[in-house]
């Protein structure tokens, strides 16, 4: 049981260049999210799951793009990369059920875009 | 104004004090409420989930939630150095189609003295 893998961990880009952030769960969990945590911000929500082809924005959204073919996978694209998306991106996986709530935060990709 | 108001520290305290730390919200919409603790360079990791009213303790930690107030709370009871961390609070409106955007406040940075 990994729980939430997220790779790569570190990945510098130039402005204008796409790329592929991967995050995999192993729990069969049904909620899955992206956030982006920067200094003195918090998290805020980029796009999120909540099932198998079911995806929905969050806070911002803006450049980036992700798609939910399995339970298992949800990949986050950086359509064209901006100096503005410089962050920490972070992928979760939640479940809920009557009082039970449980969530995993995997360990974080390292955006740097010059 | 941001949905969620964290102070976000540091607050220092000496090992055995008790750490206090508190958000505030202004959209009444939000139902389930909970604390994440995050190391440094590593992910957030769920503490404690509330939902509505009340307090709910799980070891040396209590939280509360004061809705009419729109207040909520985390103690640490008995501090240790190994608490020191991010304290982030985030809330939920719960419905089934949006109970996964949770907004999160800034985080609270902690530091817990020997």
């Known amino acids: 049981n990994a729980g939430v893998t997220q790779t790569p961990k570190f990945q510098v880009l130039k402005t204008g260049q796409s790329m592929t952030l991967q995050c995999a769960q192993d729990?069969?969990?049904?909620?899955m999210s992206w956030y982006r945590q920067d200094p003195g911000m918090g998290l805020r929500l980029i796009h999120y799951?909540?099932?198998?082809?079911?995806?929905d924005q969050g806070e911002v959204p803006n450049g980036y793009n992700v798609s939910r073919s399995t339970t298992e996978d949800f990949p986050l694209r950086l359509l064209s990369a901006a100096p503005s998306q410089t962050s920490v991106y972070f992928c979760?996986?939640?479940?809920?059920?009557?009082?039970?709530?449980?969530?995993?935060f995997g360990p974080g990709t390292r955006l740097t875009v010059t | 104004q941001k949905e969620v108001e964290q102070d976000p520290g540091p607050l220092s305290v000496p090992e055995g004090a008790i750490v206090s730390l508190n958000c505030t919200y202004s959209?009444?919409?939000?139902?389930?409420f909970m604390w994440y603790r995050q190391y440094s360079r590593k992910g957030p990791e769920l503490l404690m989930y509330?939902?509505?009213?009340g307090n709910k303790e799980d070891g040396r930690f209590t939280a509360q939630v004061d809705k009419s107030s729109k207040y909520i709370s985390l103690f640490i009871r008995d501090s240790q150095p190994s608490d020191s961390a991010t304290y982030l609070c985030?809330?939920?409106?719960?419905?089934?189609?949006?109970?996964?955007?949770?907004?999160f406040g800034a985080g609270t940075q902690v530091v817990v003295t020997p």
């Open positions: 979760a996986s939640s479940y809920r059920w009557d009082t039970t709530y449980e969530q995993y």
């Open positions: 729990m069969n969990h049904e909620y």
């Open positions: 799951s909540v099932g198998a082809g079911i995806t």
């Open positions: 959209n009444s919409a939000f139902q389930y």
């Open positions: 509330t939902y509505s009213s």
């Open positions: 985030a809330l939920s409106p719960g419905t089934t189609d949006s109970w996964g955007k949770l907004q």
